[in-house]
Structure formats: C-alpha cells, structure tokens
C-alpha cells in the first residue's frame, strides 16, 4: 500500500511539474520562432505560406503562423488620402491643371487579393494613373469655361470612372475633391475682359431700362397734366369767368388805401372804377 501510494504521488509530482514546464517550453519556442502574428487597429494580415499567397485573411488580434513556413504581411485598411496634380486639355484644347484630392481605402476581405494581383506599391501601379487617366476622359468632355461652371458635375463624373478603375482592384473610392482648376495666363484674362463686357452690357441694358421707365412716367405724367386741363377748360363757363373778375376786383379793394394814383397823362394806366365800389361797400 504504502509503495503504491508513494507511486502515485511521485507520478502525480512529474506530471504536474511536467505541464508548467511544457508550458513554458511552448511560450519559448513561440517567442524564438515567432509562431505567432498580432495584427494591428485598421490593418489585415495576408498569409504567405512557402510563397503563395492563401485564402484566408487575419483580422485584427493575436494569430498563430507555423514559424518558417508561414509570413504575414500586413496591409492598412483606414482611408487613405492622395492629392495629385495633372495636366490635360479641354474640350475646346485648353491646358488644364488640375489638382484633385482622393480618398479610398482596400477592401478588407480581399486584401489578399490585391497583394497577390498588384503588391505593395498599389497606389503608384494603380491609383495615381487611374486619377490621371479619369481625369482626362472627363475634362476632354467640357470646354475650360465649363470646367467652371459645372464643376460639381465634373467631379461626380471623375468619381464614376474612378471608382469602377480602383473596385477592379479591390479599392474602394470614398470621395474625391478638386480643389483648383488652373488655366493659362492668356485664358484667365480672356475670362476677365469676357466678364467685364458682360457686366458692362448689363449695365447698358439696365440704364436702358431705366430710361424707357422714366420716359414712360413722363408721358404718363404728361397726359395726366393735360386731361387736367382739358377737364379745367371745360369747366369754364362766361359766367365763372365774370366771377372770377368780381372776386380779384373786391380783392383788390380790400388792399386798397385809398389814395388816388398820382400818375396822370397819356399813358397813364387805366383805374377801375372805385366810387361804385365804394358806394356799394356803403350800402
């Protein structure tokens, strides 16, 4: 019993020491033969094993790889931004230079895909000849005058072609913005006399405007004044008229101070008539 007992607690001592050791033997060999791959934030792990390139795709974290056999390579999926600048030609053969901004990102479960078709150096192999190819096809399409002002629709256009370009690739475009059209010094003053004469026609046609208003309210004006008239000559009667003389004679002999005029001899202007008015104020 009792060498039986002692047995079992010496192969119970071994086999607990031996897991321990096991364990770390294991974390050892982990550590010197990298068998194992981490991941990081906003990246993928493409697997490499003896040279090809396999199927399945590492997400973020920890992962075992068989040391010598496998590598991981590992590729950023955030958004990633390049700005270039290109020169291309109008529909009417303007030079253009462009400068555009674009943002994209790889596609994240098919990043083994774009390691195994294009590799590392996608945004030189792809990306920047795609924008300038995108480019052309579409300023080719509109004059330099209209670059301007349907820019908003030249940029969605540029965005369609080179969104379809980049998903060939496994990319994905997010947004694209121009943000400078630049012309030659010989059409931007062009656009600037252009633009002045238009604004000068403008203001031609304004003062034109304004004077056919005015003339239209002076003959408005004018025929106003002489329907007055017309109606003050027809209100006028003999009768109105003797009135009227009545009304500035007794007028006047309100204002006299009735002293005779001194004024006598051919020439002399003629008085009216003031004992009659004197003798009808007495009664």
Do not use: C
């Not at 913005?177 to 238009?198: H, L, P, V």
Request: hydrophobic residues 40%.
């Amino acid at each position: 019993m009792n060498s039986n007992s002692t047995g079992k607690k010496s192969k119970k001592f071994v086999f607990g020491v031996t897991i321990p050791i096991m364990a770390i033997a294991l974390i050892v060999g982990l550590i010197v033969f990298k068998a194992y791959y981490i991941v990081d934030p906003g990246h993928r792990g493409v697997v490499v094993q003896l040279g090809a390139v396999q199927s399945k795709v590492l997400s973020e974290g920890f992962h075992f790889i068989v040391p010598f056999i496998q590598e991981v390579i590992p590729l950023e999926i955030r958004v990633q931004k390049v700005q270039s600048e290109e020169t291309t030609s109008s529909k009417d053969l303007q030079v253009v230079n462009t400068v555009i901004a674009v943002n994209f990102r790889l596609d994240p479960n098919n990043v083994n895909k774009l390691y195994q078709e294009v590799g590392l150096y996608y945004k030189e192999r792809i990306v920047d000849p795609a924008i300038a190819e995108s480019l052309k096809a579409v300023t080719a399409q509109y004059t330099a005058e209209e670059l301007i002002s349907k820019r908003s629709e030249v940029s969605s256009k540029i965005k369609n072609i080179l969104s379809q370009k980049l998903h060939n690739y496994y990319m994905i475009l997010d947004e694209i913005n121009i943000t400078e059209f630049r012309f030659s010094d010989e059409f931007n003053e062009a656009i600037e006399q252009k633009q002045i004469a238009e604004q000068q026609a403008l203001k031609a046609k304004l003062d034109l405007e304004r004077i056919q208003i005015e003339a239209e309210q002076k003959l408005e004006q004018a025929k106003a004044e002489a329907e007055g008239l017309k109606l003050q000559k027809d209100q006028v009667t003999p009768e109105l008229v003797e009135l009227r003389k009545i009304e500035a004679q007794l007028e006047a002999i309100k204002k006299w101070d009735g002293k005779l005029p001194s004024v006598t001899g051919t020439g002399a202007i003629p008085f009216i008539n003031v004992d009659q008015f004197v003798d009808q104020a007495n009664e």
